[in-house]
């Protein structure tokens, strides 16, 4: 056989009283693993049991491993009626099976029960004995690296990046199985638990064989995502981007210099800095709605949205033959691939040469049963339509890649919107096939893309564009042409010149539908999207330009179905590009009445949006310099002829104007008034205030316009369910709803952070979700990151350090139960453990679930809490070594509600359970972080008058080992103590 697993149970502690004449439990464990199951011996009256069991061998395929979780169970024996269970504990073994990873599973996992949370813990070691397998039919892919990253994973190399591989399996939801009649509520949780654990590593393994015949070793970016389409099924789908990547044998070489990104990229040209980025620009989505069953395809093109970058254009003698080299041997590279996609935001220095512009597609389908779990045929095709309609959009911008790639789905009864996203790009074909390419090919790359303004370049012929958009000369360079304005949906390049800070810019928009079944439904469903698409992005437009910045990135489009309404949340961070032209402002034209008094109060308006702008451009610190009179005055260089072919506008459009290259004297946006809704978003614009003094926020990985970070950072992830009224509800009234619950939302954050000043909000992730009628769901996760707001005021530093230490300290009187971080009492301390509190036994999170401070035996150091953020990188830490994904999902019911702090309890108690699981399964595989943490869904349903409750989450992440900077010479290394915890307040929860 080609693989052994041997588990061993060691101990268990904190188990719940079964036994109420004693006030003990007789416990023992059942470990299973595919068909074969082995029992503990009953160790009597105890809540702590000392098992100390001999070691339970399966002999199975690898196949097998990647497949099957290891499932262990914690029972209470009974003489004289069936055993009651406690809780299970999944373990994923695929960390196991890597080459230059763990041997060894060990340590203590918190016992989870779907209907009670945690009960207590269960000490287990886990190891694997692969044997070598020449089958070259086999079925597994053991081996293939996975990582949530979407960049190049530090300590790594990018020798070749393959492209986009894609699986998804289908089955029965155990949830609406008839079977479920008879069923309990807690053995339906946990059949689909089970179900979908297995569903995630046969899809795993599938996109692993993928990668092997890429002749790849590693999957990056990994999305996993689970479509729950009620009594049509359960999908469990995954996209990523297949790599061959090489460890880095000097990994001080590699690891975060976030303070100093540029040195990083020249020790490292491989490798991808800390601080994100890649290039791109915007040009709005083509818009696709389609209608499955229906005899109409649904499309709208809403060409004034598009906004696109990069440089095609004029660059001299030598520019044309290069870029029609370069084109035809990316072409070449790329060709061989179905679909060029790539699902990184972030890339190794280089490998962007172009950004085209934004593509999206969008679908609507009506669901059917699915009656053959073998058979997904009809959800690949599906998926299948709106790739090749991604692919074609590309195109039309003169772009062969689509990067920064995203899928997502929004499930209501019978409906379902598939939505896809990306960012046209052209790439350096050096990255894509063996061997490198001549020097002086990369050598001309270089000359031909500027640094900081080379990706700012349109890649498309200007005379033949796709899309109506007003063009002028790059403000940097003054070769080639750019566009006045980038939308993107990648993180900001290292390489790209930004003047001041960025902010995060958001727009909201609810739209009312009437309640429909089947066709009906999806046919009005269909109607609406294009016009909320084009509203979501004038919304985008008038807050960059109310801020005065030219550029959007890490743009992401939700639009969110319901029962009776549609919603949209549109998320970016803005900054000023030095290379594109100064953004107009805003001008308010209005058509009627034309009296005085309204005339009167346009003005008004007029100037309180000037005022606006302005005082924005202050507090970004946006001061674009004057472009010397030599340069203003300089002549322009002449367009080169080119090919007029496919030309679609009209021949009025052929003169292209050229703009006066001063800054500020571009024509103003306007905003046309014409009917109170307009006059409502004009007022909505004013009403966006900006955060606090001290905070910052962005949704990329790192702040545009701050890098002088500090090693403190805290993790939070924030729930808020509110209902609204269903009396006289308008649009107007919904979208005004809907913005105060995200502003409110963001502003409890900032209270509860306000200790941390200053400091920045990175990675701020909006998911907003609709379980059931007049019920909101949002749903953010984030880190608040400090750093020196002055560094040149090194005085200032150490009071500023010493406020955040008592800070840090004045938050636990805050928490509503005092934090326990020590290490483990069972494991050797050949150091001081950390500072020690007890949990508040009267809680309802007392079970001991967040002691996640395990030692495996196969460590020497203490490990004190586990890290997590959704970053790729720890600021101030190398990252040495890449453990394995996790990737778990977790039911949680209740039948008593409001004993359990009503929503707020509840959901809170949950979130805390699962970051202590995660950080448990962590730590037994020997790593001190989660880096790339991201929660991919949390649905939550709610019956109050039944008192009942049930929430569904998924999250994931790489579990990593970072070693502190400070520490790298100070061995041995010492036990971090961790930061203050917010908590909930209202309708919100906070972790």
Known sequence: ????????????????????????????????????????????????????????????????????????????????????????????????????????????????????????????????????????????????????????????????IHGFVEELVVNEDPEYQWIDRIRTPRASNEARQRLISLMSGELQRKIGLKVLEMRGNAVVGYLQCFDLEGESGLVVR???????????????????????????????????????????????????????????????????????????????????????????QTQSALEQREFPFFTLTTFPPGFLVHVGGVVSARSVKLLDRIHNPDEPETRDAWWAEIRQEIKSHAKALGCHAVVGYSESTSICEEVCILSASGTAAVLNPRFLQDGTMEGCLEQRIEEASPPGCGFCHIPYDELNMPFPAHLTYCYNCRKQKVPDVLFTTIDLPVEAIVIGKGCLIQARLCRLKKKAQAEANATSISNLLPFMEYEVHTQLMNKLKLRGMNALFGLRIQITVGENMLMGLASATGVYLAALPTPGGIQIAGKTPNDGTYEQHISHMQKKINDTIAKNKELYEINPPELPEEIIGSPIPEPRQRSRLLRSQSESSDEVTELDLSHGKKDAFVLEIDDTDAMEDVHSLLTDVPPPSGFYSCNTEIMPGINNWTPE?????????????????????????????????????????????????????????????????????????????????????????????????????????????CSDPLASQPFPPAKAASLDKASPLAEGYLRHRSVPSCTNSTVSVVKMTPLSFLPGAKITKYLGIINMFFIRETTSLREEGGVSGFLHAFIAEVFAMVRAHVAALGGNAVVSYIMKQCVFMENPNKNQAQCLINVSGDAVIFVRESELEMLPVQPSTVVSQPTSSGGDVTT
């Open 713 to 821: 950072i805290q993790m939070f992830t924030a729930v808020r369910v509110s209902r609204l009224s269903n009396i006289n509800l308008t649009n107007q009234t919904l979208n005004k709803n809907f913005n105060d619950l995200c502003e409110n939302l963001l502003k409890s954050l900032y209270f509860k952070l306000r200790s941390m000043v200053p400091c920045c909000l990175c990675h701020v992730n909006f998911t907003v979700a609709l379980p059931e009628d007049e019920l909101v769901q949002i749903a953010v996760t984030a880190v608040a990151i400090t750093f020196d707001k002055n560094q040149a005021l090194q005085a200032n530093k150490a009071p500023t350090e010493k406020s955040q230490q008592r800070a840090s300290t004045d938050n636990e009187d805050q928490l509503q139960f005092p934090l326990e971080l």
């Open 238 to 328: 995954a996209i990523g981007t297949a790599c061959t990547l090489d460890k880095l044998s000097n990994t001080s070489a590699f690891l975060p210099a976030c303070n100093s990104p540029s040195k990083e990229m020249k020790e490292s040209p491989l490798v991808h800095p800390p601080s994100h980025g890649c290039r791109s620009t915007h040009n709005s989505p083509i818009h696709t709605a389609t209608g499955s069953r229906l005899t109409q395809n649904f499309s709208v093109s809403v060409p004034t949205l598009i906004y696109t970058g990069m440089g095609s254009g004029s660059a001299g003698k030598e520019g044309g033959p290069f870029k029609t080299l370069l084109r035809q």
């Open 1 to 160: 056989m080609p693989g052994k697993l041997k588990v061993k149970i060691v101990a268990g502690r904190h188990l719940p009283v079964m036994d109420r004449a004693s006030d003990l439990t007789d416990a023992f464990v059942e470990v299973k693993f595919g068909n074969t199951t082995f029992k503990t011996d009953v160790y009597p009256k105890s809540l702590n049991p000392q098992w100390n069991s001999e070691w339970f061998k399966f002999e199975v395929d690898d196949e097998e491993l990647q497949d099957e979780p290891l499932q262990i169970t914690v029972l209470d024996h009974d003489t004289y009626s069936a055993n009651d269970a406690i809780g299970k504990v999944y373990i994923d073994i695929d960390p196991l099976l890597y080459s230059e990873a763990a041997t060894v599973i060990s340590g203590w996992f918190p016992i989870y029960d779907t209907i009670h949370g945690i009960r207590g813990e269960i000490n287990v070691v886990v190891k694997v004995d692969l044997f070598n397998d020449l089958n070259r039919f086999r079925q597994s892919s053991c081996g293939v690296k996975f990582f949530c990253t979407t960049s190049i994973p530090k300590c790594y190399r990018a020798v070749i």
